[in-house]
């Protein structure tokens, strides 16, 4: 399983940006895929998750509104577009599925300043 995490960088607030995850060594469709992530000095926290299929999506409370995953099954990759970004949401950002055990991607750091 690999999973390989792009497309982070440095916004304004209330910029936006979109996050690519391209998974392999699996069969992509037929899991939920997640995004994490993870603020310095704090827990590591899950942000979105999208079925499968992609019919179904799920939210932190946090990014309700401004953040939207979605999929690409004949791509197998997962995309998190981020919107009205503030700087709370300055983290790096990681890809995760749940196969037996948790795998996740190296990461994209997201930071949000002016």
């Known amino acids: 399983v690999q999973l390989v995490e792009s497309g982070g960088g440095l916004v304004q607030p209330g910029g936006s940006l979109r996050l690519s995850c391209a998974a392999s060594?699996?069969?992509?469709?037929?899991?939920?895929m997640n995004w994490y992530r993870q603020a310095p000095g704090k827990e590591r926290e899950r942000v979105a998750t999208?079925?499968?299929?992609?019919?179904?999506?799920n939210y932190a409370d946090s990014v309700k509104g401004r953040f939207t995953i979605s999929r690409d099954n004949a791509k197998n990759t997962v995309y998190l577009q981020m919107n009205s970004l503030k700087p709370e949401d300055t983290a790096v950002y990681y890809c995760?599925?749940?196969?037996?055990?948790?795998?996740w991607g190296q990461g994209t750091q997201v930071t949000v300043s002016s």
């Open positions: 995760n599925t749940v196969i037996w055990i948790y795998y």
């Open positions: 060594g699996f069969t992509f469709s037929t899991y939920a």
């Open positions: 999208i079925s499968s299929a992609g019919d179904s999506t």
